[in-house]
């Protein structure tokens, strides 16, 4: 593939990629420097991407991978994550707006409160729209083990959100 149209389907994915990377990381910062390295090993890597294959698939494989190994290298360090709720701002416009921000932060909190297993599996899934081999692909894990995790995860998240008794 042409390296500028490489780049062109990679900038597309960025609102995507930003997105996944934050629920994985459960912190905006933490959130972009993760979308950040994985697009700078996407770059390093391009020649590695098959043609004709998905190439969202492959870069949150990369993605993936590369939160694994700060998770794992964290956890090594003692460190822990930084709470999503330090520094939000308040002054939203409109009761509509802010009950909106303050729902989003209901699932927010939810879905940081899932282990991680079944927060990728949901975030690939519910949020990705990725089928559920794709998404069994990326994480690296036969297909009924996603399907429980999402099940469980959807379960956690309902009675987090207080949907289900």
């Known amino acids: 593939m042409d390296p ?14 930003r997105r996944f990377a934050r629920g994985l990381a459960r912190d ?16 390093k890597s391009r020649q590695q991407w098959q043609g004709g294959t998905r190439l969202d698939a492959w870069v949150y494989t990369i993605m993936r991978n590369i939160w694994v190994d700060q998770v794992r290298a964290r956890n090594r360090r003692g460190q822990t994550f930084v709470a999503e709720e330090a520094g939000h701002g308040v002054g939203d416009p409109g009761d509509a707006a802010i009950e909106a921000h303050v729902e989003l932060g209901n699932v927010g909190r939810a ?5 991680p297993e079944q927060r990728e599996a949901v975030m690939l899934v519910l949020v990705e729209g990725f089928a559920y081999k794709e998404a069994a692909q990326i994480i690296g894990c036969p297909m009924g083990t996603l399907t429980s995790r999402l099940v469980r995860g959807r379960e956690a998240l309902m009675r987090g959100l207080g949907d289900v008794a």
């Not at 149209?5 to 990629?17: H, N, S």
């Not at 879905?111 to 282990?115: K, S």
């Open 28 to 43: 905006a910062a933490d959130g972009d420097d993760l979308c950040q390295a994985t697009i700078e090993r996407a770059l």
């Open 111 to 115: 879905m940081g409160r899932l282990p």
């Open 4 to 17: 500028d149209a490489f780049g062109d389907e990679l900038v597309q994915l960025l609102p995507r990629m």
